[in-house]
């Protein structure tokens, strides 16, 4: 039987929803959360993602300002930049749209972002509060995935967990997401040696490599949970690829997410919880 599908979309307008009355709440309050877009060049990819977090913060009340700064800006220019909108009292997140051009220290810029303000949770400080299971920022896509998970009622606590990819921004903090949550976590990247094997073994299969259908239905356990967090720009295709081959892995899991629709939407939500967060830690309410 095909699998059931976990709608990320339909998910994502609800805790949208939340999110504006919570702003509206705020706004009573004499609190406009605001959130600095930074996007530097014209990656295509880039432009569109952060098009749709300034859309995301019209929809919902939150004040959003966008920096866009030409590919050749130098690393003291960006830094300055940082440390000004740190200051600014009206500016609760500051995100620095990744990638970034090869000339800039993406990890100087990362820390130079006050952590209190850091919506994107890349700041090494609530990487830290993340591994050690303390408070803070969590990166928006794993934790739109978890809340994707808990929405279909999936159990983590003892089961058997494998993401594949270990990225900063993904993979590493949703194995960490995983763990908190009791699951049985192992992370596969481009050195595993039998990567078909170790996915077979996954109840909740995570997939956040980058590449175009990797996940093979014949890779997968008969009912397993799987997640796609690949968001590939294929030649021929104007949707973007998940990685995971959708028609052959919906035979054989329970519950899938859908490309486009399922992750994407969620990460965008997630953001803007964020942002709401650090206006109310800003603000002590
Ligand atoms: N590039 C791809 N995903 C993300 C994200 O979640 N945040 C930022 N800042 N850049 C990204």
Redesign the pocket.
Known sequence: MAAGIMDGKMLAQRLREDVKLEVEGLKHKGITPGLAVIIVGNDPASRI?VNAKKKACEETGIYSEEFALQDDVSQEQLENLIVQLNRRADINGI?????IPGHLDEDKLLMAIDPGKDV?GFHPVNMGNLVLGREGFL???PAGVMEILKEYNVQVRGRECVVVGRSN?VGKPQALLLLREHGTVTICHSRTANLAEVCRRADILVAAVGKPEIIKGDMLKSGAVVIDVGMNRVEGSKKPVGDVEYETAREKAELITPVPGGVGPM?IAMLLKNTVKAARLAAEC
């Open positions: 993602y995100l620095l749209q990744l990638p994107d990166p928006c896509t921004i990460t």
